[in-house]
């Protein structure tokens, strides 16, 4: 087994000790937003975790009203802009907390007096001294370099935030559901996992695809294949692929398609029919029984009863 592999299969632990032990800071996080009468998120990220920050984005507008918007970082750190952040609720994401133009982001934030948090495995990191609020991964150490149990401890930790905030009971129970229900799947699907994944070993290119809160998975998957086997993918939103990247899809293309019941369910299936038509070579990753049952080539997740949770399954 390798390190990554290793550490994938370490994911259901670590979500449940991010639940426990950030608890009390989510909930004088979430106090503190409200008496502040925070307007909108800002995430200050890069690679991963601006993926990990990008779910956020859809979960804070979805359940929490709060529009949210990804830091252009060079805007302060090159060009000297002055943003207003004041009524913003501020997230520095980074797995080692050491991200300089994200510092940089949270500095000028609380400067301004927003609400500012880091998100990092490291309670001692410059990111994490410089929050009001330090959230927390509890993934030890990320010895396979390519961040995996960090990414979705990322994302979790975030949608604890989004829960507590709403009082969401949804996306509560569905939350709660995810350690556990990933803990009994993943010894499944690393027993089937060599069915597909010998069809793509020779594949040098290809597209990962998403829409809604699968779009950042779709993105980090994307980039795994760049960083550990050299695969020259582009993630993509379903939405965006329609307007010129379907063009360079050909018979046998490599794709990978994320499929979760929600309300951008049918759009993914629609873009699945398209890529049949065009002969492409589609791995699909649905919760769908029905679904992954007719496909020649799928992974099959649980379904936690909400897209928002089901993600976590795609994800790792």
Same mark, same amino acid.
């Given at each position: ?48 975790? !601006? ?72 309670? !001692? ?6 929050? #009001? ?71 040098? #290119? ?33 939405? #965006? ?25 049918? !759009? ?7 890529? #049949? ?40």
């Amino acid at each position: 087994m390798t390190l990554m592999e290793k550490e994938i299969n370490e994911q259901s632990h670590i979500l449940d000790t991010v639940h426990e032990a950030n608890t009390p800071t989510i909930q004088k996080l979430v106090a503190k937003m409200k008496e502040k009468k925070c307007r909108y998120a800002y995430f200050a990220a890069r690679g991963t975790s !601006d993926h990990a920050s990008i779910y956020a984005q859809y979960l804070f507008g979805t359940y929490a009203g709060l529009p949210s918007g990804l830091a252009c970082c060079s805007i302060l750190t090159a060009y000297e802009g002055n943003l207003d952040l004041s009524d913003a609720v501020v997230f520095g994401v980074s797995q080692s907390g050491k991200a300089a133009d994200a510092l940089a982001v949270m500095e000028h934030a609380k400067k301004q007096g927003a609400v500012v948090v880091s998100v990092t495995n490291y309670a !001692d990191s410059p990111m994490a001294k410089v929050a #009001d609020f330090s959230l927390l991964c509890n993934a030890g150490e990320e010895k396979s370099v390519a961040a995996t149990k960090t990414f979705t401890a990322q994302m979790y930790v975030m949608a604890l935030v989004v829960a507590e905030y709403t009082q969401n009971s949804t996306l509560q129970n569905a939350l709660q559901q995810v350690p556990e229900a990933l803990g009994h799947w993943l010894p499944a699907l690393n027993q089937s996992i060599d069915s597909f994944v010998s069809r793509y070993r020779y594949s040098n #290119d290809g597209f990962s695809l998403g829409r809604g809160v699968n779009y950042p998975v779709a993105l980090e998957a994307a980039l795994k294949l760049q960083e550990t086997n050299y695969v020259r993918m582009k993630g993509a939103a379903v939405s #965006d692929f329609y307007h010129g990247p379907l063009a360079q899809v050909e018979p046998g293309t490599f794709v990978i398609l994320f499929a979760s019941h929600g309300p951008v369910y049918k !759009d993914a299936v629609a873009m699945l029919s398209k890529l #049949d038509e065009l002969g492409a070579e589609t791995l699909v990753v649905t919760d769908d029984k029905d679904l992954a049952a007719s496909r020649q080539l799928s992974v099959r997740t649980p379904d936690v009863g909400t897209d928002a949770a089901s993600v976590y399954f795609n994800a790792v």
